[in-house]
C-alpha cells in the first residue's frame, strides 16, 4: 500500500493482561534471581524480549487446526500432514518430528559424532555447540569477518568464510562428517546467508563429498533478507527461496518455535538413509514413536499450519520491518547495535555501550539487568558468558558481547516497541554509572541458563 506506516497484518482477538511492578520491587525481584533474568518469573517481567523461541502468538487458523488433530499413538493423520507440509517446503525425504530445536541437534549428532570430529558452521548457537561438544566434538565458527564486527554494514554478514572453510576441509576433512549453516544466524546478530553464499558452500562439499545441514530455525526471515537484499531475487516468493535453501542442502534441523510460528515443536529433516534410521532408533529411546516424536497431535498439526503461514510476504514483511523499527529508535539515540537490524531481534553491543566494564565482568550481564531494573524489559546476554566458557574448563572472552533483545512474532504493538525503545535509552543516558559481575556459581554447560552472579 503506497502508505509509509507498516500495520500489523492481524487483528487481535484476544489479549492478556500484564502486571506492573516499581522499580523497587524489580530490584528485589533481581536480587532473589541470582541477577539472572532467567530465573525471574515471568509475571514480574513488563516486556519481555529474553526468547522469541515458542513465546509468539498463534493464528486462528494454528488454533482451528489443533481442534481436529489425531492423537493416534502411531501413524496418525496430524503426523502425515506436518511430513507433507515439511517435505514440501524442504524437499527432504525423511522427516522425523521433535519435541523442539535442540532434540533434533541432539538426536542428530549423537547419532553421527565421535570424539575429535569437527564441525564447521558460520556461527553454532549455544545448544548446538553443546549437543556437538557433548560428544567430544569440536564446534568452530568461520563466520565472515564482517559477521565479527558489530558496526559494519553488510548485506550478509551471516555469510560463511568459504575460503576459511576451504581451508579446514583441506586440513581437517577427515574428521568432518557434516557442514552447518545457520539461517538466519543467530549467535552473530539474526544476520543472513546469501543464496550465493550457500551455493558456494554446497559447491565445497561437493568437492569434499560432505553433507550440508542447516539450522533453519529462522528459514523465511533468511529468506525474505534473500528477496529483499540479494541481485536477481526480487521477483521470487519467499516460499520459492526458501525451498531452493533447502535444496542446496542435505538435510536440517529446525525448530519450529521460531519460523514455525507454535509455541512446542520442531524437527529432523534429510536424506540419506542410514543417518535418518540412526536418528530414529535414537528418538525411540527418549522422545517417543518416530511419527509424534514427543508432540502431541495437536502440536503437529500447529507447526503444520505456521510453516505455511511464515512465509506468507504480508507477514514477513510486517516482521522485518517492526524489527528495524526498533533498531533505528536506539541508533537515534545513540545505543551501538549489530548493523543492519536483524530479522528477529535487536543486538546492543554492550562492550561499546559499557567500555568500563571489562568482557571477564560480563558487560551483557550489566546490561540486561540495568533494563530490567530501569523498566521492566527483559532481554539475554549473548556473549562471554554464554560462550565464554571452553570445554576445557578456561574462560575466555567471547568475540562479540552482545545484548539481544528478541521479539516474540505477533505480540507486541509499536507502542510496546516505543516503550522498550524509550527504556534502552535511559539506560544509555546513565551507562557510566554500571558497573560489572562476577559469577557466583555456574554449571559446567549451558551456564547463562542457571548461573548466579553477584555485583561488583
Known amino acids: 500500500m503506497p502508505f509509509r506506516t507498516t500495520i500489523e497484518p492481524f487483528r487481535i482477538k484476544s489479549v492478556e493482561a500484564v502486571k506492573f511492578t516499581t522499580r523497587t520491587e524489580r530490584a528485589a525481584r533481581l536480587t532473589e534471581a541470582g541477577f539472572n533474568v532467567f530465573q525471574l518469573h515471568a509475571d514480574d517481567v513488563l516486556i519481555d524480549l529474553l526468547t522469541d523461541s515458542g513465546t509468539g502468538a498463534m493464528s486462528s487458523m494454528q488454533w482451528a487446526a489443533m481442534i481436529q488433530a489425531d492423537e493416534s499413538y502411531a501413524g496418525s493423520r496430524s503426523f502425515y500432514r506436518f511430513r507433507d507440509v515439511v517435505a514440501d517446503l524442504t524437499g527432504f525425504a525423511h522427516i522425523i518430528p521433535t519435541h523442539q530445536g535442540?532434540?533434533?541437534?541432539?538426536?542428530?549428532?549423537?547419532?553421527?559424532?565421535?570424539?575429535?570430529?569437527?564441525?564447521?558452521?558460520?556461527?553454532?548457537?549455544?545448544?548446538?555447540?553443546?549437543?556437538?561438544?557433548?560428544?567430544?566434538?569440536?564446534?568452530?565458527?568461520?563466520?565472515?569477518?564482517?559477521?565479527?564486527?558489530?558496526?559494519?554494514?553488510?548485506?550478509?554478514?551471516?555469510?560463511?568464510?568459504?575460503?576459511?572453510?576451504?581451508?579446514?576441509?583441506?586440513?581437517?576433512?577427515?574428521?568432518?562428517?557434516?557442514?552447518?549453516?545457520?539461517?538466519?544466524?543467530?549467535?552473530?546478530?539474526?544476520?543472513?546467508?546469501?543464496?550465493?553464499?550457500l551455493r558456494g558452500v554446497r559447491r565445497l562439499c561437493d568437492r569434499f563429498k560432505k553433507l550440508l545441514f542447516l539450522d533453519a530455525c529462522r528459514f523465511a526471515e533468511n529468506a525474505w533478507f534473500i528477496k529483499t537484499r540479494e541481485a536477481g531475487q526480487q521477483d521470487r516468493t519467499p516460499k520459492a527461496i526458501a525451498q531452493e535453501m533447502f535444496s542446496l542442502a542435505d538435510g536440517c534441523t529446525m525448530s519450529a518455535k521460531k519460523d514455525g510460528l507454535a509455541n512446542i515443536g520442531g524437527f529432523l529433516a534429510m536424506n540419506d538413509p542410514q543417518w535418518a534410521e540412526a536418528a530414529r532408533n535414537a528418538l525411540i529411546l527418549t522422545e517417543g514413536f518416530p511419527t509424534y516424536g514427543g508432540l502431541a497431535g495437536y502440536d503437529l498439526e500447529a507447526v503444520a499450519r505456521g510453516l505455511e503461514e511464515v512465509t506468507e510476504e504480508p507477514y514477513l514483511h510486517y516482521r522485518i520491518r517492526s524489527t528495524a523499527y526498533l533498531g533505528e529508535t536506539l541508533v537515534a539515540a545513540g545505543v551501538p547495535i549489530i548493523q543492519p537490524p536483524g530479522g528477529h531481534a535487536i543486538y546492543i553491543d554492550a562492550r561499546a555501550l559499557l567500555p568500563q566494564v571489562p568482557p571477564l565482568q560480563y558487560p551483557g550481564i550489566a546490561l540486561v539487568n540495568a533494563l530490567y531494573l530501569e523498566g521492566g524489559v527483559r532481554g539475554v546476554e549473548i556473549g562471554t558468558v554464554m560462550f565464554g566458557l571452553h570445554p576445557d574448563g578456561t574462560e575466555h572472552p567471547d568475540a562479540m558481547d552482545l545484548v539481544r533483545l528478541a521479539i516474540p512474532r505477533r505480540v507486541y504493538t509499536q507502542s510496546h516497541i516505543d516503550y522498550v525503545g524509550e527504556v534502552v535509552s535511559a539506560v544509555a543516558a546513565r551507562r557510566d554509572t554500571l558497573r560489572g559481575y562476577r559469577i557466583v556459581k555456574a554449571p559446567a554447560a549451558l551456564r547463562h541458563f542457571t548461573a548466579q552472579f553477584a555485583p561488583l
Not at 102 to 125: K, M, S, T, Y
Not at 129 to 141: H, P, S, Y
Not at 149 to 162: E, I, M, R
Open 102 to 197: 535442540r532434540a533434533a541437534e541432539r538426536i542428530l549428532f549423537h547419532a553421527i559424532l565421535h570424539a575429535g570430529d569437527v564441525v564447521p558452521n558460520n556461527n553454532h548457537f549455544d545448544t548446538t555447540r553443546a549437543n556437538i561438544e557433548v560428544e567430544g566434538a569440536e564446534a568452530i565458527d568461520l563466520v565472515i569477518p564482517e559477521g565479527r564486527q558489530p558496526a559494519t554494514l553488510h548485506p550478509f554478514k551471516g555469510n560463511v568464510d568459504l575460503a576459511a572453510l576451504e581451508q579446514l576441509l583441506d586440513t581437517r576433512g577427515a574428521h568432518i562428517p557434516l557442514v552447518m549453516v545457520t539461517v538466519t544466524n543467530n549467535s552473530g546478530g539474526g544476520q543472513p546467508v546469501s543464496l550465493e553464499n
